[in-house]
């Protein structure tokens, strides 16, 4: 009889947790969402595979606060307007390569750009998935061959593609790939959306280990990075971490 109480309540808790953390990263949207707000990029649709609001405005802080200049963005999208509309903004003189498989998207999203008068600041790199390969990932020697010629070596770099319908681990050899080749500068951050699913996590845990850096694991995305550059994590992402850090002081 106890036993069963004692499950119960377990399940309970269980449950209330589960409400609480879903709760929070809805909160966190919103309050990104008008952060985002500010960047006045006009309507651009969003859909549920686009970047969160907060995983965005996390990328962007890194990008002004730690001077990230040379970013990749695997899959292109939202995340290249309101990157592309910050850098004109502020003055920034940074590339944005973006690759994605669908020439068409990538068209379209263009005409925003040129519509906010940032088009000069994105090199689109379009790569169908080579389905020969176990992974499902890009064409290499197509991305090899654009990033050797322009000499690209990346020192921030946002992962949200390919999709991972045909192959849950499509995503996995983003990372080995661009160490191989030598495209990762010393110094960088790394973002890898949809975290929330076990490939993804596993994923992002594999690379902490092949790149001997630190992992913070925000949920629904997760950075990793190396060197001594300030914390970008957002406001509304600090609550947490400040009373982790007050935790460890008490005790």
């Known amino acids: 009889m106890i036993g069963k109480v004692i499950t119960f309540f377990n399940t309970q808790f269980q449950k209330l947790h589960l409400a609480v953390l879903e709760n929070r990263l809805k909160l966190n949207d919103i309050q990104a969402s008008l952060e985002l707000a500010i960047i006045e990029v006009g309507f651009i649709p969003k859909s549920s595979y686009s970047m969160s609001p907060v995983a965005l405005l996390h990328v962007i802080n890194e990008i002004v606060i730690n001077n990230r200049r040379v970013i990749l963005e695997v899959g292109t999208g939202v995340s290249t307007v309101y990157i592309a509309k910050v850098a004109r903004d502020l003055g920034l003189e940074l590339e944005i390569i973006s690759i994605d498989e669908n020439p068409d998207w990538q068209n379209t999203i263009l005409g925003y750009l040129k519509k906010l008068g940032c088009e000069d ?17 890009y064409q290499e020697d197509v991305l090899s061959t654009f990033f050797a010629k322009n000499s690209f070596r990346f020192d921030c770099i946002i992962i949200d593609a390919p999709s991972t319908h045909n192959h849950v681990s499509a995503r996995s050899r983003a990372i080995p790939f661009l160490m191989e080749s030598g495209f990762i500068q010393e110094e960088y951050a790394i973002y890898l959306d949809d975290t929330y699913r076990s490939a993804e996590k596993k994923i992002a845990n594999d690379w902490k280990a092949l790149l001997q850096c630190k992992l913070t694991d925000y949920v629904i995305y997760t950075e990793l990075t190396n060197g001594n550059g300030f914390v970008s994590r957002p406001i509304l992402q600090g609550h947490k971490y400040r009373m982790m850090e007050y935790d460890k002081v008490e005790g």
Do not use: K, L, M, P
């Open 121 to 137: 600041i994105v090199r689109f790199c379009h790569s169908g998935i080579d389905e020969a390969s176990e992974y499902g990932w």
